[in-house]
């Protein structure tokens, strides 16, 4: 790799490697997504070259991470009040493990971490109507699993 090469990735991974700890944490719970995320930006490295010419690298990415780390039962999302998180409601965490993963993907990824439906749409593969839906649907599930926090 090249001097500018190599500054290109630099500057790729640090655009790229935010956005897919935020959806792979989101999807996989900490353990597993931060073992997702090796996994792309080792593979970042080797294919840079073919990364470059994509038109969603970081996409292409994610299903990378997706593809090379092997599934777990539970998600493990930490307590709130760990690791830097803010205290939340105490079902909370529980209620967003029991979402579907694109429930949770979408929810956590447009509610926590502000990204647009366009953004998450193009990190997964799919249309930002479908993530308007699987966001709908899972705030839908959060609120039959906590009740009405304001009663």
């Known amino acids: 790799m090249t001097d500018v090469e190599a500054v290109e990735f630099r500057a790729f991974v640090a655009d790229a490697q935010l956005r897919l700890s935020r959806a792979?944490?989101?999807?996989?719970g900490p353990e597993r997504g931060e073992e997702a995320l090796a996994e792309a930006l080792a593979y970042a490295w080797a294919h840079f070259d073919d990364l470059h010419?994509?038109?969603?690298?970081v996409g292409y990415l994610y299903r990378v991470g997706q593809s090379r780390t092997r599934p777990r039962r539970?998600?493990?999302?930490?307590?709130?009040g760990r690791n830097g998180l803010p205290d939340?409601?105490?079902?909370?965490?529980?209620?967003?493990?029991?979402?579907?993963?694109?429930q949770r993907v979408c929810t956590l990824l447009v509610h926590v971490h502000e990204w647009t439906h366009q953004e998450v749409a193009d990190l997964l593969g799919i249309s930002a109507a479908s993530v308007q839906v699987y966001v709908r649907r899972g705030l839908e599930s959060l609120r039959?699993?906590?009740g009405d926090l304001h009663d």
């Open 144 to 146: 039959r699993t906590i």
């Open 24 to 28: 792979f944490v989101a999807t996989y």
């Open 53 to 57: 010419q994509m038109e969603n690298p």
């Open 88 to 102: 939340v409601e105490p079902r909370l965490v529980q209620a967003v493990e029991q979402l579907s993963e694109r």
């Open 74 to 80: 539970q998600v493990a999302f930490p307590a709130p």
